[in-house]
């Protein structure tokens, strides 16, 4: 170790400003929960276990880390998305690097009961969130359920259902989500009568030179970046295609 903190108490400040300390908190537990099970994943999937779930769990885990201020922790999940995406199963010294540093993060951090979640205004205008991590669907409940009535899906199968029966104004869909991805999502929803000018803003964690464009190419209105840093942005980008649907 490098003396580095755990933890960057900036992104803690952060999200205490858009939720205040029960959003902190609810994060804090959707961590302590579900790391173990990532990380189990990753581990399982060295040992000739399902080399795409090990990949899924180590994109949460690095997802989950960034948004806590985990910044060394959500670099090594990187390290072993990368690598088990390319069939790289000799990690281990990686996998003991993950855990050692899980620990860290740990004594950070104590379990608090998560609060419920408020009761969607139906006054609001109603926009759809499709994204597998529960940690990110808080966080962008934080940010927006103020604004806007959220249904919220974990999978692309039960969000095209979802969607197709019942359309919002606006979707936010991630890319990397289990059984189907985001493009294919978006493919099924734009083939469904009715659906083919409902705005579809990309929000994920691929940020690598030219994905903006690449996804626009696909047929996405937008692209926003995860972590999300400022919350104008997704806003900005939300109220731009609302404000341009006929």
Same mark, same amino acid.
Request: no cysteine; hydrophobic share 40%.
């Given at each position: 170790?490098?003396?580095?903190?755990?933890?960057?108490?900036?992104?803690?400040?952060?999200?205490?400003?858009?939720?205040?300390?029960?959003?902190?908190?609810?994060?804090?537990?959707? #961590?302590?929960?579900?790391?173990?099970?990532?990380?189990?994943?990753?581990?399982?999937?060295?040992?000739?276990?399902?080399?795409?779930?090990?990949?899924?769990?180590?994109?949460?885990?690095?997802?989950?880390?960034?948004?806590?201020?985990?910044?060394?922790?959500?670099?090594?999940?990187?390290?072993?998305?990368?690598?088990?995406?390319?069939?790289?199963?000799?990690?281990?010294?990686?996998?003991?690097?993950?855990?050692?540093?899980?620990?860290?993060?740990?004594?950070? #951090?104590?379990?608090?009961?998560?609060?419920?979640?408020?009761?969607? @205004?139906?006054?609001?205008?109603?926009?759809?969130?499709?994204?597998?991590?529960?940690?990110?669907?808080?966080?962008?409940?934080?940010?927006?359920?103020?604004?806007?009535?959220?249904?919220?899906?974990?999978?692309?199968?039960?969000?095209?259902?979802?969607?197709?029966?019942?359309?919002?104004?606006?979707?936010?869909? @991630?890319?990397?989500?289990?059984?189907?991805?985001?493009?294919?999502?978006?493919?099924?929803?734009?083939?469904?009568?009715?659906?083919?000018?409902?705005?579809?803003?990309?929000?994920?964690?691929?940020?690598?030179?030219?994905?903006?464009?690449?996804?626009?190419?696909?047929? #996405? @209105?937008?692209?926003?970046?995860?972590?999300?840093? @400022?919350?104008?942005?997704?806003?900005?980008?939300?109220?731009?295609?609302?404000?341009?649907?006929?």
């Amino acid at each position: 170790m490098d003396g580095a903190p755990a933890v960057n108490t900036a992104a803690l400040e952060r999200l205490r400003s858009w939720g205040g300390e029960s959003l902190l908190q609810q994060l804090v537990a959707l #961590f302590l929960q579900e790391t173990p099970l990532r990380v189990g994943a990753i581990r399982s999937a060295l040992s000739g276990g399902d080399l795409a779930e090990g990949e899924r769990g180590a994109h949460s885990l690095r997802s989950t880390a960034q948004n806590l201020g985990a910044d060394r922790l959500s670099a090594l999940a990187r390290e072993a998305e990368h690598a088990l995406r390319r069939g790289d199963t000799s990690i281990g010294p990686l996998v003991e690097r993950i855990e050692s540093e899980a620990q860290r993060v740990y004594h950070v #951090f104590q379990p608090s009961p998560a609060t419920p979640a408020p009761v969607a @205004d139906s006054t609001l205008p109603r926009i759809a969130v499709v994204e597998d991590n529960p940690d990110n669907r808080l966080l962008v409940q934080a940010l927006l359920g103020d604004r806007y009535e959220i249904d919220e899906y974990e999978a692309g199968r039960e969000a095209v259902e979802g969607i197709t029966a019942n359309p919002p104004e606006l979707v936010l869909l @991630d890319i990397s989500l289990p059984e189907m991805d985001g493009t294919e999502v978006l493919e099924l929803i734009r083939r469904h009568e009715g659906l083919e000018q409902l705005p579809v803003i990309a929000l994920t964690a691929h940020a690598m030179a030219g994905d903006r464009e690449k996804y626009l190419s696909l047929g #996405f @209105d937008d692209y926003v970046t995860k972590p999300i840093i @400022d919350e104008e942005v997704l806003i900005e980008a939300i109220e731009k295609w609302r404000s341009a649907t006929p």
